[in-house]
């Protein structure tokens, strides 16, 4: 089975990669997501896919790597009228809304800015480098994650910085 990679957003001051770290098992539910294009995504993320977690908002960085073990399922947080996510719409019989479990696989010995990342000519087609990308759900192509997973292990990029 052929493993595809992923980029998947959070706000560190609401869920960080030491959050996750501090899980029973280091594994969560990743819920939440409310944008179609990204629930698509999730929906077609499969079990041993990987993905870069990134912080958001302060200081954007790549900053570790998990490993999604469980495909998507109805997000329970759109049911729960007591959860910011809570969704009307959507019910158990009729999710509009899904949901992955990832696992913890190893934090970065060093994020990865997203500055730095730009200054890459391999990473110049990244989805997260185009002007206007805000999803919080994204492909990876493998290249790209294994440079950031190179830079965030101490690695050097090997990718070129952009003239």
Not at 9 to 31: F, M, N, R, V
Not at 80 to 86: Q, R, V
Request: net charge neutral.
């Amino acid at each position: 089975m052929e493993t595809n990679y992923w980029l998947l957003k959070s706000e560190p001051g609401c869920y960080s990669i030491d959050h996750l770290a501090a899980e029973p098992e280091q594994s969560t539910d990743w819920t939440g997501v409310r944008n179609f294009q990204a629930r698509n995504f999730l929906r077609q993320m499969a079990v041993g896919d990987l993905a870069l977690f990134y912080h958001s908002v302060t200081d954007p960085s790549a900053v570790g790597v998990v490993r999604i073990v469980r495909s998507a399922q109805a997000d329970p947080s759109a049911f729960d009228p007591a959860d910011g996510h809570f969704d009307p719409r959507s019910t158990p019989e009729k999710p509009l809304w899904f949901a992955v479990s990832v696992q913890l696989v190893r934090k970065f010995t060093a994020p990865v800015p997203l500055k730095a990342m730009r200054a890459l000519t391999a990473l110049s087609r990244m989805e997260l480098l185009r002007k206007g990308s805000r999803l919080s759900v994204m492909p990876v192509a493998q290249a790209e994650f294994e440079l950031i997973c190179r830079l965030g292990d101490g690695g050097a990029a090997g990718g070129g910085a952009r003239s």
